[in-house]
């Protein structure tokens, strides 16, 4: 069964540092989202991709964030300079191509980051 | 803006037992909902959704929620929990024209053998 995968698992920086994390979404998905979850708190939404281009950003991702896909398989989600409050569970998601109805979003296993 | 509320952090029941989570939501017209599990090590996955037509939906591994539209609630139910329904379980709210989902803080649940 295809599924989403996410490297690394776990991501240890320093803070100031920039981290890259990376996902391989469902082969034949066109959407695709960045999630995180801070410990103990709500799975909360960062950003949807589509066709290229930013379709959808909340107000977490904040000029320190980016994302791209630099191939035909990979998305990735960029941290510029974390800062200790970027610690977080990073879910990736995609989604099958639709018009009106609702796709289901498959998740990765998602990267846990510590920025010390 | 909708939100969510998972009252319940943590819920222990036994193999066997029935469950019942929690779930309310606020949002001013007829939301999208839906309930993800996430086992240990795993991603997020769906066990039901409900979008319109008959309130009682039926998901993956024995589950089934209520949509109370009189209550703003979307409770998760199982008849016999098994040990390997131990995991994290979120429900989630979708509205308007936007399908990305609004995610309560999660409850986790623990079954003792």
């Known amino acids: 069964e295809p599924e989403v995968t996410q490297t690394p698992s776990h991501q240890v920086t320093q803070m100031g540092q920039e981290v890259i994390l990376r996902c391989v979404p469902i082969s034949n998905h066109l959407y695709f989202y960045w999630y995180r979850q801070i410990l103990g708190q709500k799975v909360e939404f960062l950003v949807s991709f589509y066709n290229n281009e930013i379709s959808e950003k909340s107000e977490i991702f904040d000029d320190q964030f980016s994302v791209e896909r630099p191939d035909g398989s990979n998305f990735t989600l960029k941290i510029r300079s974390t800062k200790l409050e970027d610690s977080a569970m990073y879910f990736c998601a995609s989604s099958a191509p639709g018009l009106a109805s609702y796709n289901e979003q498959f998740f990765g296993p998602g990267t846990r980051l510590t920025v010390l | 803006a909708q939100s969510v509320t998972q009252p319940d952090i943590h819920i222990t029941v036994s193999e066997g037992a029935s469950l019942e989570l929690r779930c309310n939501y606020s949002?001013?017209?007829?939301?999208?909902l839906f309930w993800y599990v996430q086992s240990p090590g795993q991603g997020l996955q769906l066990l039901l959704k409900?979008?319109?037509?008959?309130?009682l939906v039926q998901g993956i591994k024995g589950f089934e929620a209520e949509f109370k539209r009189s209550q703003s609630s979307f409770n998760l139910r199982k008849p016999s929990v098994h040990w390997s329904d131990a995991a994290e379980y979120f429900c989630?709210?979708?509205?308007?024209?936007?399908?990305?989902?609004?995610f309560g803080r999660g409850t986790s649940l623990i079954v003792h053998p």
């Open positions: 409900y979008f319109s037509g008959d309130t």
């Open positions: 989630a709210v979708g509205a308007g024209g936007s399908y990305i989902p609004t």
């Open positions: 949002y001013g017209a007829t939301p999208y």
